[in-house]
């Protein structure tokens, strides 16, 4: 059996206690996990808090960080392998998928890299004569940095990449659901030859690991993903603090489909857009919105896809759809999938989990177009679930699309190119895909609005988020200042 360990001020160690992982392709414990409590969270952000202090760190120049960010990302991709195994193996996403992610996860901390020695400040055309005044870029301070289980190497990234290079420190949490990539992480960072304290790595508990981390009054900032019950708590924690806060909390993402699209890529788009994955991503395109002048042949062509889809063992390169992470979800994904049909949804495939070892539930695809209040349409799945409405006008299709509380993705498939344009102006999301799904890079911001969060993550933006100004104010007069008491 595997054992990890929390990483604290550059030494690993065992946590206050330990709790045990299951590998969701099997429902076997595998491993034992560090569990952090209040004792281990308190140590995390007083090693954070010294390095951030330290000569070591803040004496370390831009272009001094961004050699240490390239170190780290050659280092993850020598070990991209195995932090796939251990992606799969905790989280049961297929390792066909984890082995394309993390190879790319190093190119976001080579993005930053070079980003390191380029957060410049600004000279301000100030207004008053004898006066000089420029604004200083500073690192906002110790950063709290909260991912879920799923892609958590890639959220990691978009969050550690961006605050190391802007000269922040951070205390990284992993999901207690799967930790072992991160903890796995902490070991190859240790390797890149930063300062000891400059990150550091611990999973855990709600309320003795979460709650004491997002509340504690060493932490200035607070970068998290994950669901809107969490960050209403983390939020409240906040005020304990008055941390800044940047939260990215997923989605019910349109993916509308008009009649003049090509199909077969519109559908192939579609089955990467909420089956890859399983269906565990927050830009999910679990809403299909598509024409009534094709719906029954898109239908057709999707169920038949969804059908020949290779369901097996994660850790098998053959394998295209695995097993749920936990067996909670595979209870929601049921018990929304039969609430919906209680509505007067009509399931086309799918719909109930597997008879088999593990948490596995099949692609499903539900036609809510009599069901309009069907709980399939407004509730994140985090799942392979497809909820599909159809439409007969773009202005029925925009109202669709935007009738929900979240707006972080969407996807729009035309040919027409000035329909194309109407359509990015009018959704109400922080990303639009136009012919194409799930598409990402270092250099394009990511994040959303409403009920998926605030902030984004990925691009210049996102770097100078961990920023603050300082503004500098010289005088450059050589006559002595005026008496304030004197009358003239």
Same mark, same amino acid.
């Given at each position: 059996?595997?054992k990890f360990?929390q990483?604290?001020?550059g030494?690993?160690?065992?946590?206050?206690?330990?709790? !045990?992982?299951?590998?969701?392709?099997t429902?076997?414990?595998?491993?034992?996990?560090?569990?952090?409590?209040?004792?281990?969270?308190n140590?995390?952000?007083?090693?954070?808090?010294?390095?951030?202090?330290?000569?070591e760190?803040?004496? =370390?120049?831009?272009s001094?960080r961004?050699k240490?960010?390239?170190?780290?990302?050659?280092?993850?991709?020598?070990?991209?392998g195995?932090?796939?195994?251990? !992606?799969?193996?905790? =989280?049961?996403?297929?390792?066909?998928?984890?082995?394309?992610? @993390?190879?790319? @996860?190093?190119?976001?901390?080579r993005?930053?890299?070079?980003?390191a020695?380029?957060?410049?400040?600004?000279h301000?055309?100030?207004?008053?004569?004898?006066? !000089?005044?420029w604004? /200083?870029r500073?690192?906002? +301070?110790v950063?709290?940095?909260?991912?879920?289980?799923?892609?958590q190497?890639?959220?990691?990234?978009v969050?550690? &990449?961006?605050?190391?290079?802007?000269? *922040?420190?951070?205390?990284?949490?992993?999901s207690?659901?799967?930790?072992?990539?991160?903890?796995? $992480?902490?070991?190859?960072?240790d390797?890149?030859?930063?300062?000891?304290?400059?990150?550091?790595?611990? =999973?855990g508990?709600g309320?003795? *690991?979460g709650?004491?981390?997002?509340s504690?009054p060493?932490?200035?900032?607070?970068?998290?993903?994950?669901?809107?019950?969490?960050?209403?708590?983390?939020?409240r924690?906040?005020?304990?603090?008055?941390?800044?806060?940047?939260?990215?909390?997923?989605?019910k993402?349109?993916f509308?489909?008009f009649?003049d699209?090509?199909?077969?890529?519109?559908?192939?788009?579609?089955?990467?857009?909420?089956?890859?994955?399983t269906?565990?991503?927050?830009?999910?395109?679990?809403?299909l919105?598509v024409?009534?002048?094709?719906k029954?042949?898109?239908?057709?062509?999707?169920?038949?896809?969804?059908?020949?889809?290779?369901?097996?063992?994660p850790?098998d390169?053959?394998?295209?759809?695995?097993?749920? *992470?936990?067996?909670?979800?595979?209870e929601?994904?049921?018990?929304?999938v039969a609430?919906s049909?209680t509505?007067?949804?009509?399931?086309?495939t799918?719909?109930?989990?597997?008879?088999?070892e +593990?948490?596995?539930?099949p692609?499903?695809?539900?036609?809510?177009?009599?069901?309009?209040?069907?709980? *399939?349409?407004?509730?994140?799945?985090?799942?392979?679930?497809?909820? @599909?409405?159809? $439409?007969?006008?773009?202005a029925e299709?925009?109202e669709?699309?935007?009738?929900t509380?979240?707006?972080?993705?969407?996807?729009v498939?035309?040919?027409?190119?000035t329909?194309?344009?109407r359509?990015? /102006?009018?959704?109400?999301?922080?990303i639009?895909?136009v012919?194409?799904?799930?598409?990402?890079?270092?250099i394009?911001?990511?994040?959303?609005?409403?009920?998926? &969060?605030? &902030?984004?993550?990925?691009?210049?933006?996102?770097?100078?988020?961990?920023?603050?100004?300082?503004?500098?104010?010289?005088?450059?007069?050589d006559?002595?200042?005026p008496?304030? $008491?004197?009358?003239?």
């Open positions: 059996m595997e360990q990483y604290i001020g030494v690993f160690s065992d946590g206050s206690a330990a709790f !045990e992982s299951r590998d969701p392709a429902g076997r414990v595998w491993a034992m996990m560090p569990e952090a409590r209040d004792q281990d969270v140590a995390a952000v007083d090693a954070a808090a010294a390095a951030f202090a330290s000569e760190w803040g004496g =370390t120049t831009a001094g961004g240490l960010l390239l170190r780290l990302a050659d280092l993850i991709a020598e070990n991209a195995r932090l796939a195994e251990f !992606e799969t193996r905790d =989280t049961g996403k297929i390792i066909r998928e984890t082995s394309a992610q @993390v190879a790319y @996860v190093a190119e976001y901390y993005y930053y890299a070079g980003l020695d380029k957060i410049e400040g600004a301000l055309p100030i207004d008053k004569p004898d006066m !000089e005044v604004l /200083r500073e690192p906002v +301070g950063v709290a940095a909260i991912v879920p289980w799923n892609s190497l890639f959220l990691a990234a969050k550690v &990449g961006p605050a190391l290079a802007a000269g *922040c420190t951070v205390v990284l949490k992993a207690e659901d799967g930790p072992a990539p991160l903890l796995e $992480f902490a070991r190859i960072f390797q890149a030859g930063f300062p000891k304290g400059v990150l550091n790595v611990i =999973t508990f309320q003795d *690991c709650a004491v981390l997002t504690h060493g932490v200035d900032h607070i970068a998290f993903t994950g669901g809107p019950e969490t960050a209403r708590h983390i939020v924690n906040s005020a304990e603090n008055l941390a800044s806060t940047s939260l990215e909390l997923g989605g993402s349109p509308i489909v009649d699209a090509d199909i077969e890529s519109a559908v192939n788009a579609q089955v990467s857009g909420i089956f890859a994955a269906g565990q991503s927050c830009v999910a395109g679990s809403r919105i024409s009534n002048k094709i029954d042949v898109f239908l057709a062509r999707l169920k038949e896809k969804a059908e020949a889809a290779i369901i097996g063992a850790d390169m053959a394998t295209e759809i695995g097993p749920l *992470c936990t067996k909670g979800q595979l929601v994904a049921t018990d929304l609430a049909k509505a007067g949804a009509r399931i086309v799918g719909g109930s989990p597997l008879d088999r +593990g948490t596995y539930f692609p499903t695809i539900i036609d809510c177009s009599d069901a309009p209040d069907a709980p *399939c349409l407004t509730t994140e799945f985090f799942g392979p679930v497809l909820s @599909v409405l159809s $439409f007969d006008t773009e299709a925009l669709i699309a935007n009738d509380a979240f707006g972080l993705a969407s996807g498939f035309t040919k027409d190119l329909r194309a344009h359509m990015v /102006r009018g959704l109400r999301a922080g639009v895909w012919n194409t799904y799930r598409a990402v890079s270092p394009a911001p990511f994040g959303g609005s409403g009920l998926s &969060g605030h &902030g984004r993550e990925g691009g210049l933006q996102a770097a100078l988020d961990y920023t603050k100004t300082k503004a500098v104010w010289l005088r450059t007069s006559d002595p200042i008496d304030p $008491f004197v009358m003239r």
